[in-house]
């Protein structure tokens, strides 16, 4: 059995990674967050130490490893800017980190993380969840069959309402902007789909929605972001959904709605059993949303 803490504990994606921790039969041991609405926690791991208080947290992590007690693994569900910060801690502390996506928001942090992993003989770990999507991976492997050049269309629309403007995901500094915080899992499943990016135009660049085009190596891409209701399809509204998602392959519409479930316990199960989704996955996406960021 192996264990765990972990940072950004009151977050909307952490069950999802207690529900794996418990899926996978090991233990959570200690969590941290500024907020103390964690009680879902008493479902999963009810004896974890809890902080609020980053010091304090790493004063535990630090005890437990002098005490030969130390993690084994730190997965980070914090917001996207304290990112490397708490992959470095985990490193330093001797275990491996499993963090959500955007691993980071610069391609440099993945150069200074590189290094780090050399120093320690730690691994960093990204949440690439759709790279394990069943559906994900039929049309990779017909992707990988075919001589066809692809057109493809995303869009995705994700409403959001005036607090989201006042919280760090809001902040671009802190988040990266929609491309990187709503955005960044959908390019690496099309980079991982596709191929690399050949060229990359942006056509329109807004705090609450960005629009601009790809060329992959094997696919054209025309992509559309916005947490902005008004641009929800009347249909849609009419339906009383706050969300749209289409993404079109020449012209078809590619269905993966269903098997979002159990796809955080698979990319736990796949870096315990040795494999994991790394730094050089991961950075593609990140170079593609940090040029976009930058246009």
């Keep these: 059995m192996k264990t ?30 500024i907020h103390e609405s964690v009680g879902i926690i008493d479902s999963f791991f009810p004896n974890a130490a809890f902080f609020k208080e980053y010091e304090r947290f790493e004063r535990h992590l630090e005890k437990l490893r002098r005490e030969k007690k130390g993690i084994d693994y730190l997965s980070i569900c914090s917001p996207n800017f304290l990112h490397d910060s708490h992959i470095r801690l985990a490193l330093r502390m001797g275990a491996d980190a499993i963090c959500e996506k955007p691993l980071v928001l610069n391609p440099w942090n993945l150069d200074a993380l590189q290094e780090i992993e050399k120093e320690t003989g730690r691994k960093i770990y990204n949440i690439l969840q759709l790279r394990l999507h069943d559906s994900v991976l039929a049309l990779k492997r017909k992707v990988e069959k075919s001589t066809t050049r692809h057109k493809i269309s995303l869009h995705y629309i994700t409403s959001r309402g005036i607090w989201y403007d006042f919280s760090w995901k809001g902040d671009i500094s802190k988040s990266g902007g929609i491309a990187t915080n709503i955005g960044v899992h959908f390019f690496d499943m099309l980079i991982f789909l596709f191929g690399k990016v050949q060229k990359s135009k942006l056509i329109l660049s807004e705090k609450r929605k960005m629009k601009g085009e790809l060329e992959l190596e094997n696919a054209d891409v025309e992509w559309f972001l916005s947490i902005d209701y008004s641009d929800i399809p009347e249909k849609e509204k009419l339906e009383g959904k706050r969300t749209f998602r289409s993404i079109l392959i020449d012209g078809e519409e590619f269905e993966f709605s269903e098997g979002f479930t159990d796809l955080h316990t698979k990319v736990y199960q796949d870096i315990l059993n040795g494999g994991g989704f790394g730094l050089d996955e991961t950075r593609a996406a990140i170079e593609l949303v940090h040029s976009l960021r930058n246009l």
Excluded: Q, S, W
């Excluded at 940072?7 to 969590?31: C, Q, S, W």
């Design 4 to 33: 765990f803490a972990l940072t950004g504990a009151a977050g909307y994606i952490a069950p999802r990674h207690f529900k794996a921790i418990k899926d996978t039969g090991n233990e959570l041991v200690a969590m941290l967050d």
